[in-house]
């Protein structure tokens, strides 16, 4: 089973940006981001399929946020910029055990997970 490791994360003003990282010990599928602030549920943010030609973003980012891959590297990317205090979070990347395009917004589409990177956004 593929391991991955997300990295990034950290403290930032609003308004600011960061580049999150999560690199994967092998080849995936797909990979998705995901957050959890503190007591609330873990929600998708953004999402890009082995080939790239599938990208998906949860509303809340969309125009912030850019996912994207280095194949080579099995290693996604997620820049956020313009960031907000509602983007605090614990921040989880994501794979699929098996082909996936579809519903890549879905927790359910992704088998394997990350450790998290916390992302502190204050005001």
């Known amino acids: 089973q593929v391991q991955l490791v997300e990295s990034g994360g950290g403290l930032v003003q609003a308004g600011g940006s960061l580049r999150l990282s999560c690199a994967a010990s092998g080849r995936t599928y797909a990979m998705g981001w995901f957050r959890q602030a503190p007591g609330k549920e873990r929600d998708f943010v953004a999402a890009?399929?082995?080939?790239?030609?599938?990208?998906v973003y949860a509303d809340s980012v969309k125009g912030r946020g850019t996912i994207s891959r280095d194949s080579a590297k099995n290693t996604v990317y997620l820049q956020m910029n313009s960031l907000k205090p509602e983007d605090t979070a614990v921040y989880y990347c994501a794979a699929p055990g098996s082909p996936r395009t579809a519903s890549l917004e879905r927790i359910y589409a992704y088998d394997t997970w990350g450790q998290g990177t916390q992302v502190t956004v204050f005001s």
């Open positions: 890009i399929s082995w080939s790239g030609e599938i990208i």
